[in-house]
């Protein structure tokens, strides 16, 4: 059998020439016990090392198969096609949600072996990635060593991190960077064509690769470039993901995709695949200033955690010392213009509005500190002296080398009068990154078989209680190529004993009722809108930069009920992009209030002045693996009275397949279908 190329040029697909999928599979899932960061009842894979994955990561990119490519001819669950209700459905080998560092990463490594759809929810370009200043840690100066960045990752990540993620990313991590390279990445080089390291706070040594001080979107074009012009892997820009499809298979549960709002046309379509990648960033949105682009509302973390996948470490979420502040209003993007902390790495100092500088009196790294130490020192003097921001200046460093490396931070600041090169920059902390997420295994894998997460939206365990600087590129990338081998088997595994359950997402699709797609009346809009505003201030003012035990379990309850309200509009309404968006904020901002109230300690991210110092029995990660109160009055609940339903767009209520029920669940189980019962109960005979 063969793949067809978009183009229509058949691809010929060889047997995978190791054991059976079946056999492959198991013999990398017997190595889960090795992790005893990560448990779950789920098949799942997890290693401490990956000595295949070098087959795909070896592999140039081109546009033609591997020879070890999926071969469709073990599969049960076998169509044309043509056979599908196109409308409603798109079948793929790998489906990747995100289109960032780790996303690409994954797709263009995937790619190799099979069909590949990216869903991403604004442009490709759109994300985090792009927007991130400093750099990619790689341990390249032969005076460096994996050991010392192993060590600057624990110590920032107060302990609270899982070895074998962090050895694993300090050790694989030159290699992938160097892949970039290869790829086509332009990095800044020093005269003799080496790559240019830099430092930044926390690290021991100059570790930082970067393209000047815009490495984000140089790295993104590079993986765009790469992955548009691969004729495995299809884009799908502006397209929203609502909600994972999950279904029991053998006793365990698997994802099969997930159910998207094309924003454009306002269509619904189900993605049915073996393999599921997260790779869809973190929740900035959740507070009122942030870094993060508007796309960063949470959708990755709350879809996984509808799903049932864990959760782990929420509470810790990093607020970056170094923000721009400007008294005009926020920009249209939602986002804070931020200022790298490579800019305190190459000599920037901290000052208050006096001009003293006040990191002396903090901490003996200074301004080189660990982020949450600087920003909290900032904190502190702001709450002290009353003052709106600080001050980091660079003007002492010549004016050739501040342009040379870090062009964008001086233009952006010239925009709004300020000359760096003369000039301090007023600063302020603002939200930056979450080190929790979808607790995964070091393959990648999460407690969902088929669900694979890399990213922000991911808890690899890397981090611990705090990101060391540009870790983050670092971990897209590694856990992106580790994910790949895992997730190769895992759709062979599938496709041999999912069949069934693959075959009938397909058919089941239903977007009808609360899934279909419905224009906002006004009355809705508003309330929306003003809802959103009440939930970032309450994050701010209730789960910040400095915690305490009794605004966080009030905060809590709030949440719960604002929970409440959300998800019962949503059943009243139908789906829309602002609605969807506020769910998750929602639901993300419950789960780093109830983290936050469950640790009984002040470790990295996290300060509680109830609890100010460490403790060493709760030196272990704060994993949810479900709703933290019953939902089970949910149903019993209304939406607010003055919100009345609406009517769907002309045409959309009635996308449904003729055959099925018009109020399907997102778990693609149809307890009423008399035919899936059969189906099973026939699989189950064969079993026994």
């Given at each position: 059998m063969s793949l067809l190329c978009p183009t229509g040029t058949r691809i010929p697909q060889h047997r995978h020439r190791s054991a059976s999928a079946a056999h492959a599979y198991a013999r990398v899932s017997k190595l889960a016990a090795d992790s005893g960061w990560f448990s779950s009842k789920a098949p799942r894979v997890a290693s401490t090392s990956v000595q295949r994955i070098s087959r795909a990561a070896s592999n140039p990119i081109r546009c033609q198969a591997s020879p070890y490519s999926l071969d469709p001819s073990i599969a049960s669950f076998q169509y044309h096609p043509a056979e599908l209700p196109t409308s409603l459905v798109q079948s793929h080998d790998f489906l990747v949600l995100g289109s960032g560092i780790a996303g690409l990463t994954y797709a263009l490594k995937v790619a190799e072996f099979g069909r590949v759809a990216v869903v991403t929810k604004a442009t490709a370009d759109e994300g985090c990635t792009t927007y991130a200043q400093g750099g990619v840690c790689a341990v390249l100066d032969p005076l460096d060593s994996v050991e010392k960045h192993v060590q600057d990752t624990m110590v920032a990540g107060a302990h609270l991190n899982n070895p074998g993620a962090v050895d694993?990313?300090?050790?694989?991590?030159?290699?992938?960077?160097?892949?970039?390279?290869?790829?086509?990445?332009?990095?800044?080089?020093?005269?003799?064509?080496?790559?240019?390291?830099?430092?930044?706070?926390?690290?021991?040594?100059?570790?930082?690769?970067?393209?000047?001080?815009?490495?984000?979107?140089?790295?993104?074009?590079?993986?765009?470039?790469?992955?548009?012009?691969?004729?495995?892997?299809?884009?799908?820009?502006?397209?929203?993901?609502?909600?994972?499809?999950?279904?029991?298979?053998?006793?365990?549960?698997?994802?099969?995709?997930?159910?998207?709002?094309?924003?454009?046309?306002?269509?619904?379509?189900?993605?049915?695949?073996?393999?599921?990648?997260?790779?869809?960033?973190?929740?900035?949105?959740?507070?009122?200033?942030?870094?993060?682009?508007?796309?960063?509302?949470?959708?990755?973390?709350?879809?996984?955690?509808?799903?049932?996948?864990?959760?782990?470490n929420m509470e810790f979420v990093q607020f970056h010392p170094t923000a721009f502040y400007s008294d005009a209003a926020p920009a249209a993007s939602g986002r804070t213009f931020l200022i790298s902390e490579a800019l305190r790495g190459e000599g920037g100092l901290l000052y208050n509005q006096s001009m003293e500088r006040f990191m002396p009196q903090y901490d003996a790294r200074l301004e080189l500190a660990p982020r949450d130490v600087v920003a909290r020192s900032i904190q502190d003097q702001m709450m002290k002296r009353g003052e709106?921001?600080?001050?980091?200046?660079?003007?002492?460093?010549?004016?050739?080398?501040?342009?040379?490396?870090?062009?964008?931070?001086?233009?952006?600041?010239?925009?709004?009068?300020?000359?760096?090169?003369?000039?301090?920059?007023?600063?302020?902390?603002?939200?930056?990154?979450?080190?929790?997420?979808?607790?995964?295994?070091?393959?990648?894998?999460?407690?969902?078989?088929?669900?694979?997460?890399?990213?922000?939206?991911?808890?690899?365990?890397?981090?611990?209680?705090?990101?060391?600087?540009?870790?983050?590129l670092l971990e897209g990338l590694v856990f992106a190529n580790r994910a790949v081998e895992a997730s190769v088997c895992h759709a062979e595994y599938a496709l041999k004993h999912a069949g069934s359950a693959l075959h009938h997402a397909a058919w089941s699709a239903d977007f009808v009722g609360s899934k279909a797609p419905a224009v906002l009346s006004a009355a809705s809009s508003k309330w929306i809108s003003a809802t959103r505003k009440e939930l970032t201030s309450l994050m701010w003012a209730n789960a910040g930069i400095v915690r305490n035990t009794t605004d966080m379990q009030t905060g809590l309850i709030r949440l719960g009920s604002l929970c409440q309200e959300v998800r019962s509009l949503v059943k009243s309404t139908g789906v829309s992009t602002a609605l969807t968006e506020l769910q998750n904020l929602a639901t993300v901002g419950e789960l780093i209030m109830a983290s936050a109230v469950q640790r009984k300690e002040s470790r990295g991210l996290h300060f509680c002045v109830d609890f100010p110092f460490v403790a060493q029995d709760q030196c272990s990660p704060t994993v949810i693996k479900s709703s933290m109160r019953r939902r089970s009055e949910m149903s019993k609940m209304k939406a607010p009275s003055h919100l009345m339903r609406v009517q769907s767009r002309s045409g959309f209520g009635a996308q449904s397949r003729s055959g099925f029920g018009a109020k399907a669940p997102v778990s693609v189980k149809d307890k009423s279908s008399s035919q899936k019962s059969r189906e099973l109960s026939r699989l189950r005979s064969q079993r026994e």
């Amino acid at each position: 059998m063969s793949l067809l190329c978009p183009t229509g040029t058949r691809i010929p697909q060889h047997r995978h020439r190791s054991a059976s999928a079946a056999h492959a599979y198991a013999r990398v899932s017997k190595l889960a016990a090795d992790s005893g960061w990560f448990s779950s009842k789920a098949p799942r894979v997890a290693s401490t090392s990956v000595q295949r994955i070098s087959r795909a990561a070896s592999n140039p990119i081109r546009c033609q198969a591997s020879p070890y490519s999926l071969d469709p001819s073990i599969a049960s669950f076998q169509y044309h096609p043509a056979e599908l209700p196109t409308s409603l459905v798109q079948s793929h080998d790998f489906l990747v949600l995100g289109s960032g560092i780790a996303g690409l990463t994954y797709a263009l490594k995937v790619a190799e072996f099979g069909r590949v759809a990216v869903v991403t929810k604004a442009t490709a370009d759109e994300g985090c990635t792009t927007y991130a200043q400093g750099g990619v840690c790689a341990v390249l100066d032969p005076l460096d060593s994996v050991e010392k960045h192993v060590q600057d990752t624990m110590v920032a990540g107060a302990h609270l991190n899982n070895p074998g993620a962090v050895d694993a990313v300090c050790r694989e991590g030159p290699k992938a960077v160097l892949e970039l390279v290869q790829l086509g990445a332009q990095f800044t080089t020093n005269s003799d064509g080496s790559l240019h390291l830099t430092k930044e706070g926390g690290h021991s040594d100059r570790r930082i690769v970067h393209a000047a001080d815009i490495t984000g979107r140089e790295i993104e074009r590079t993986l765009i470039q790469a992955a548009k012009s691969h004729c495995n892997i299809t884009f799908f820009e502006d397209h929203l993901a609502q909600d994972l499809l999950h279904d029991e298979v053998n006793g365990a549960s698997h994802c099969l995709g997930a159910d998207v709002l094309d924003q454009e046309t306002g269509t619904m379509t189900r993605f049915v695949a073996p393999v599921t990648l997260l790779a869809t960033g973190g929740g900035g949105q959740v507070y009122p200033n942030t870094t993060n682009p508007s796309v960063s509302t949470g959708d990755g973390m709350a879809m996984a955690y509808r799903a049932k996948a864990s959760m782990a470490n929420m509470e810790f979420v990093q607020f970056h010392p170094t923000a721009f502040y400007s008294d005009a209003a926020p920009a249209a993007s939602g986002r804070t213009f931020l200022i790298s902390e490579a800019l305190r790495g190459e000599g920037g100092l901290l000052y208050n509005q006096s001009m003293e500088r006040f990191m002396p009196q903090y901490d003996a790294r200074l301004e080189l500190a660990p982020r949450d130490v600087v920003a909290r020192s900032i904190q502190d003097q702001m709450m002290k002296r009353g003052e709106s921001h600080v001050l980091l200046d660079v003007s002492h460093e010549s004016a050739s080398k501040i342009m040379k490396h870090f062009p964008n931070i001086a233009a952006q600041c010239q925009q709004s009068g300020i000359d760096i090169t003369r000039q301090p920059i007023p600063v302020v902390p603002a939200q930056h990154y979450m080190c929790g997420g979808v607790q995964t295994g070091l393959l990648g894998e999460t407690n969902l078989a088929g669900l694979f997460a890399c990213g922000e939206v991911a808890c690899t365990g890397l981090h611990g209680a705090n990101r060391l600087a540009s870790n983050s590129l670092l971990e897209g990338l590694v856990f992106a190529n580790r994910a790949v081998e895992a997730s190769v088997c895992h759709a062979e595994y599938a496709l041999k004993h999912a069949g069934s359950a693959l075959h009938h997402a397909a058919w089941s699709a239903d977007f009808v009722g609360s899934k279909a797609p419905a224009v906002l009346s006004a009355a809705s809009s508003k309330w929306i809108s003003a809802t959103r505003k009440e939930l970032t201030s309450l994050m701010w003012a209730n789960a910040g930069i400095v915690r305490n035990t009794t605004d966080m379990q009030t905060g809590l309850i709030r949440l719960g009920s604002l929970c409440q309200e959300v998800r019962s509009l949503v059943k009243s309404t139908g789906v829309s992009t602002a609605l969807t968006e506020l769910q998750n904020l929602a639901t993300v901002g419950e789960l780093i209030m109830a983290s936050a109230v469950q640790r009984k300690e002040s470790r990295g991210l996290h300060f509680c002045v109830d609890f100010p110092f460490v403790a060493q029995d709760q030196c272990s990660p704060t994993v949810i693996k479900s709703s933290m109160r019953r939902r089970s009055e949910m149903s019993k609940m209304k939406a607010p009275s003055h919100l009345m339903r609406v009517q769907s767009r002309s045409g959309f209520g009635a996308q449904s397949r003729s055959g099925f029920g018009a109020k399907a669940p997102v778990s693609v189980k149809d307890k009423s279908s008399s035919q899936k019962s059969r189906e099973l109960s026939r699989l189950r005979s064969q079993r026994e």
